[in-house]
C-alpha cells in the first residue's frame, strides 16, 4: 500500500542537539513536504522538493536544513537544536501531475528541552 | 494577513445533525483541498475541490472560485467524525499548501 513513514515517531533532544527527521513515500510521487503544527500556527510549511537533488525554502525555513536524497527520501536536519524547534512535524508527498493526492505520514513529535 | 480563514473555530454538535464549514481564502488557489486530522493527530486527505461541487459519501464540497470560498458539509454526523477540519489552498506552479487553523469538531451521542 502506497505511504508516507515518518520515523522516529517521537524524540526528545536537548538544546543543541544535532536531530534527523527521516521520510520515505512509496507513492512514486515527485513532490515531498515538510511541516510543522504548532497550537496557534497551524500547519506550516518548512522545506520542499520537486524530486531527487532538488530543495525549495518553505514559509519557515530558519534553523532547518534538508536534504532529497532519492525520490523516496527526504530528511529534515536540525543542527542545533532549540526549544523553539519543539513541534509535530508532519512529511507529505503529492501528485505533481495534478497537485493533488497528498498524503501524509504520521508524524514526527519533537522535544526539545 | 492569514491566507485561508476557516469557521467556525470549533462546533460542537449531536450525533445525526449535520455540519457546514466554511473557508475564505486571500488569493486564487489552483486547488483547495479539505483534510481531516484525528484526535491523535494523523491527516487525511478528504477532498480536493478547486470549484464547483464534489461528493463523497457524507460529504459535500461547494468551492466558488471567484468569491474565493468553500464550504464543506457533513450530512448525518457522527461520533467519529470528531476531529479537526482544514482547509488548504494550493498556489499556481507549486504544490505548497498553506493551511487554515481549522474547525474542531465534537460530535456528542
Known amino acids: 500500500e502506497a505511504a508516507v513513514t515518518q520515523s522516529p515517531r517521537n524524540k526528545v533532544t536537548v538544546t543543541g542537539g544535532n536531530v534527523t527527521l527521516s521520510c520515505r513515500q512509496t507513492n512514486s510521487h515527485n513532490y515531498m513536504y515538510w511541516y510543522r503544527q504548532d497550537t496557534g500556527h497551524g500547519l506550516r510549511l518548512i522545506h520542499y522538493?520537486?524530486?531527487?537533488?532538488?530543495?525549495q525554502i518553505g514559509d519557515v525555513p530558519d534553523g532547518y536544513k534538508a536534504t532529497r536524497t532519492t525520490q523516496e527520501d527526504f530528511f529534515l536536519l536540525l543542527e542545533l537544536a532549540s526549544p523553539s524547534q519543539t513541534s509535530l512535524y508532519f512529511c507529505a508527498s503529492s501528485d505533481m501531475a495534478t497537485n493533488s493526492d497528498y498524503t501524509f505520514g504520521s508524524g514526527t513529535r519533537l522535544l526539545v528541552i | 494577513g492569514q491566507q485561508v480563514q476557516q469557521s467556525p473555530s470549533s462546533l460542537v454538535l449531536q450525533e445525526g445533525e449535520n455540519a457546514e464549514l466554511q473557508c475564505n481564502f486571500s488569493?486564487?488557489?489552483?486547488?483547495l483541498q479539505w483534510f481531516y486530522q484525528s484526535p491523535g493527530g494523523s491527516l487525511v486527505s478528504l477532498l480536493s475541490n478547486p470549484s464547483g461541487t464534489k461528493h463523497t459519501g457524507r460529504l459535500t464540497s461547494t468551492t466558488v472560485t471567484k468569491e474565493r470560498r468553500s464550504s464543506l458539509h457533513i450530512s448525518s454526523s457522527q461520533t467519529t467524525d470528531s476531529g479537526t477540519y482544514l482547509c488548504a489552498r494550493t498556489g499556481a506552479n507549486t504544490g505548497k499548501l498553506t493551511f487554515g487553523h481549522g474547525t474542531i469538531l465534537r460530535v456528542h451521542p
Open positions: 522538493s520537486y524530486g531527487a537533488g532538488n530543495l
Open positions: 488569493s486564487t488557489a489552483t486547488q
